[in-house]
């Protein structure tokens, strides 16, 4: 059998020339970084759940209108997306004051926000991924201000599925993190969450007992990381009760 061509490798997954074009197989590996790449670990497992996790999160939002790059998954590593082109930026949308936040302005972890925060961080690893504003992202051309606000009102529907989902199961969503990708149709452009959504790009706290089940558990050395996660997947139905992953993730039960 023929290689597949790789695309891109980077700190979490690999991309590999998908079976049709305009698609893409995202691999999901199991290492784990944190402070731009400072800290490096392997967590066995970790790819598993979050290609499940991703897939979750992904199926639920297309199945709410929410567009994404998700098609289907392949095996317990891999997924099928559609290929899109990157907006350089990282969007983080915040319900509760933690990490960079409570450092930058003195606001005390676990304090909630008056509102959805949403904020924009330049994707660039050599400059520390910088957060940037709506003024900078239109100036240098990263994005049109159209494009500003169909982020921001996609992000703060992903904010609402997710809030709502994680608190079906007793789990409080602080913030998180997604990539937007443009898909051309021609000259008509549509805009889709891409990347993943999973454990590694959110936080969040047990509501009952505040206990952290996403990376910081990694970032600030509290316990084993591949723990939380499958704690999160087997709240969620993505994962049965003895650990083994089901054929089908149910999305609603
Ligand atoms: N559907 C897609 N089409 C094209 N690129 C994608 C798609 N989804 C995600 N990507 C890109 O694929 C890469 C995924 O790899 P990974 O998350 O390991 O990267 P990373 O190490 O975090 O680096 P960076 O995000 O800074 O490039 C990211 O660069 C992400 O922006
Ligand atoms: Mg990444």
Redo the contacts with the bound molecule.
Sequence with gaps: MARRKK?????????YEGPEPGT?V?YF?DDA?AFN?EKKDVIEGKGVLNNRLSEYFMTGLNNIGVPT?FIKRINMREQL??????IPL?VVVRNVAAGSISKRLGIDEGTPLPRPIVEFYY???ALG?PMVTEEHIIAFGWAAQQDLDDIVALALRVNDFLSGIMMGVGIKLIDFKI?I?RIWDGDYMRL?V???ISPDSCRLWDVQTGQKLDKDVFRRDLGNLADAYTEVARRLGVLPQNGAPLGKPTLIN
């Design positions: 695309i891109y490798e980077g700190k979490a997954k690999i991309l893409l995202q590996k970084t790449a790059h997306v559609r290929a899109v082109e990157i990282e994707k660039d690893d991924d990539e990708g889709v891409a990347d993943e």
